[in-house]
Nanobody, 119 residues
């Protein structure tokens, strides 16, 4: 069993910053790509940013220049630093990781953390 636990969401004013964290635990042999997705009310879940084990990143155009993704392989943790937040960034943010647990490889998801940008 693999668990992803997110933290760091909350309410922030426009222009503010937040840092999300997601820690993986359980039966983990190796973690490959990790990423952050978000889903706003009435919209489909979309990729925000992803990062390979080696550190190569892919950032959505809508957040490029404002959001940064990073990871600590020793801690099985991925981070999302969000600056210059806008009301349209309001969504539930989900952590995703592609994990080999020793017997098989697949995607795991966190439970989601709410980010609300409002004055």
């Amino acid at each position: 069993q693999v668990q992803l636990v997110e933290s760091g969401g909350g309410l922030v004013q426009p222009g503010g910053s937040l840092r999300l964290s997601c820690a993986a635990s359980g039966s983990i042999l190796r973690i490959f790509a990790m990423g952050w997705y978000r889903q706003a009310p009435g919209k489909q879940r979309e990729l925000v940013a992803s990062i390979t084990r080696g550190g190569s990143t892919n950032i959505a155009d809508s957040v490029k220049g404002r959001f940064t993704i990073s990871r600590d392989n020793a801690k099985n943790t991925v981070y999302l630093r969000m600056n210059s937040l806008k009301p349209e960034d309001t969504a539930v943010y989900y952590c995703n990781a592609n994990i080999h647990d020793g017997s098989s490889r697949g995607d795991s998801w966190g439970q989601g953390t709410q980010v609300t940008v409002s004055s």
